[in-house]
């Protein structure tokens, strides 16, 4: 071989490897900006999710929408209502009722004027007392700003005094401005004020209403949801004797 072969040789050789060594390295950057690209993405997921999206999803959870105004809202709606009856449901274990003393009485449901339903049923192991009254009755409105001294005397021994208007100063059903004017003008505070109606709760047979033959009219209710005595008129004396027998 000549030595013009032997050069011409040996310069091909060193194209030939220059030509891989720029090859190799051209693999290894665009390795690295595949590697580059996936770390951005990467961090336009974690701003994405965990940056703006969960701290948007917090305010919204946590912050003003759901804990924060809806939840201060229902604490707020009906609270002293709900504080001030119910809560221990009658297990009941009687098939018939009526409303004459050693009786069950019938069960019933009313709108407080808390805007709260009172049911009778609901109070077991509380004694109670049922006045029936009406707003155009003289001597109910004598009793009434009583009414809550009773309830404040007793109230600590799970008693209640629950007022239920049967007509308004007219003489027809009452209805919730009524129960408002009462309360106001008598000062009921935790003695419940229901509104009633002559027809679901006078019955003189005492089967699907009460007995009521005067205004007011008063039940005594014992802790075992038992109708304990009844008196149609008023006799402070005699009520509060019933009540402190049961209590």
Not at 18 to 37: P, Q, W
Request: with cysteine; glycine share 8%.
């Amino acid at each position: 071989m000549t030595k013009a072969k032997i050069i011409t040789i040996i310069l091909l050789g060193l194209l030939i490897g220059c030509t891989l060594s720029s090859d190799k390295n051209k693999d290894t950057i665009e390795t690295r900006d595949t590697t580059t690209d996936t770390t951005a993405d990467d961090d336009s997921a974690v701003d994405s999710e965990t940056g703006n999206d969960d701290d948007s999803a917090v305010d919204s959870e946590t912050g003003d929408t759901e804990t924060g105004n809806d939840d201060d809202s229902a604490v707020d709606s009906g609270t002293e209502g709900s504080l001030i009856h119910g809560g221990n449901p009658t297990d009941v274990t009687w098939t018939d009722c009526n409303q004459w003393p050693g009786s069950h009485p019938c069960d019933f449901s009313l709108v407080d004027q808390y805007g709260d339903t009172f049911t009778l049923y609901d109070n077991y192991d509380t004694v109670i007392v049922l006045d029936f009254s009406t707003m155009w009755c003289s001597v109910c409105k004598n009793i009434a700003p009583d009414v809550q001294t009773h309830q404040d005397t007793y109230g600590s021994q799970g008693f209640l005094w629950v007022t239920v208007l049967i007509e308004d100063a007219a003489g027809n059903d009452p209805d919730e401005a009524d129960i408002q004017e009462w309360v106001t003008t008598y000062g009921m505070v935790d003695s419940p004020v229901l509104i009633g109606n002559r027809a679901d709760f006078v019955d003189l047979t005492g089967m699907t209403g009460y007995p009521i033959s005067a205004w007011p009219t008063f039940v005594v209710i014992d802790r075992e949801m038992v109708l304990y005595n009844g008196l149609n008129g008023w006799n402070e004396a005699v009520i509060l004797s019933w009540i402190e027998d049961v209590l």
